[in-house]
């Protein structure tokens, strides 16, 4: 397992559910990240957090919605989904968002998430 | 065009041979490469990490980047079956996040 751990590791609910996703990072770094995975495309970036702050909302629908509230933690409320948000979520952390070498990442094991 | 180009596969390879996984890119702002590795039902794990065009060796694994025609490998001597996996691109420019191919699944057979 890496420093950054996950939970639920899977998850089904319905449309009209609300749950969150826990992501914690044991790493000491500055920076978290969400990620959406499909099947067949690009890993998505959803959000970034640096030093607590969003940094970075990659147009995501607001059904979606992050908290941050330290470095080591992050978390993704998700409400009224839609069947085409199954996927798998990824959490990341690196030692700030700045750009180069400082921005190596270090994903979670994700959450597999389910909607019917 | 996409800003970062990778094959999906898939990629089937008998044991012990040499593989080679490549990705181009379009941005020349492009400055550190990075491979990822991705088993099935797991997050990507950091293989490599390089920055300049070169090679750059760790164990059976061989990263390298040739800036010029923008374009990145990664080489797998001696591959076995525990190397089946996904394996994921990814560059970095400036200050903006990670940019991700979409990845080459591999298989190893024995």
């Known amino acids: 397992e890496t420093g950054v751990t996950q939970t639920p590791r899977h998850l089904v609910m319905g449309m009209t559910n609300k749950k969150s996703l826990k992501c914690e990072q044991h790493?000491?770094?500055?920076?978290m990240y969400w990620y959406k995975q499909s099947a067949k495309k690009p890993l998505e970036l959803m959000f970034v957090y640096n030093f607590k702050e969003q940094t970075e909302n990659n147009s995501v629908p607001s059904r979606f919605s992050p908290e941050c509230p330290n470095s080591s933690h992050l978390f993704l409320h998700l409400h009224t989904l839609q069947p085409e948000d199954s996927a798998l979520y990824l959490c990341?952390?690196?030692?700030?968002?700045?750009?180069?070498?400082?921005?190596?990442?270090?994903f979670g094991p994700g959450t597999r998430l389910l909607v019917l | 065009q996409k800003e970062v180009e990778q094959d999906p596969g898939p990629l089937s390879v008998p044991e012990g041979a040499i593989v080679s996984l490549n990705c181009t890119y379009s941005?020349?702002?492009?400055?550190?490469f990075m491979w990822y590795r991705q088993y099935s039902r797991k997050g990507p794990e950091l293989l490599m990490y390089?920055?300049?065009?070169g090679n750059k060796e760790d164990g059976r694994f061989t990263a390298q980047v040739d800036k010029s025609s923008k374009y990145i490998s990664l080489f797998i001597r001696d591959s076995q079956p525990s190397d089946s996996a996904t394996y994921l691109c990814?560059?970095?420019?400036?200050?903006?996040?990670?940019?991700f191919g979409k990845g080459t699944r591999l298989s190893v057979i024995a």
């Open positions: 990814a560059m970095i420019k400036g200050n903006t996040p990670l940019v």
């Open positions: 941005n020349s702002a492009f400055q550190y």
């Open positions: 990341a952390s690196s030692q700030d968002s700045g750009g180069g070498p400082r921005e190596t990442q270090y």
């Open positions: 390089t920055y300049s065009s």
């Open positions: 790493l000491g770094h500055n920076a």
